[in-house]
Nanobody, 115 residues
Framework: QVHLVESGGGLVQPGGSLRLSCVYS????????MGWYRQAPGKERDFVAD???????NYIDSVRGRFTVSRDNAKNTVYLQMNNLKPDDTAVYYC?????????WGQGTLVTVSS
């Protein structure tokens, strides 16, 4: 079992920045990939970015160059640095831990981009 807690969401103006954090605990030694997903109002939950190891990252096209995913194993934390935020980035952001044969989700943190 892996427990995930996200933080760092909030209200930010267009062009601003936020850094989301996801602290994981439990059987984290079994985690293969940590990912960030988001769900906008009335839409499905979509993939944003993930990281398996330093240098092994993936992003959706709409955030590449603006968002950076990183992982600090010493702190059991995954980050999503979000720069040049746009109103279309408004969503609840979820952290996902993938293990062999299963996965776990955090509770989500709300990001609102608005002037």
């Amino acid at each position: 079992q892996v427990h995930l807690v996200e933080s760092g969401g909030g209200l930010v103006q267009p062009g601003g920045s936020l850094r989301l954090s996801c602290v994981y605990s439990g059987s984290f030694f079994s985690i293969t990939t940590m990912g960030w997903y988001r769900q906008a109002p009335g839409k499905e939950r979509d993939f944003v970015a993930d990281i398996a190891s330093p240098g092994n990252t993936n992003y959706i096209d709409s955030v590449r160059g603006r968002f950076t995913v990183s992982r600090d194993n010493a702190k059991n934390t995954v980050y999503l640095q979000m720069n040049n935020l746009k109103p279309d980035d408004t969503a609840v952001y979820y952290c996902k831990a993938s293990l062999i044969g299963t996965h776990h989700w955090g509770q989500g943190t709300l990001v609102t981009v608005s002037s």
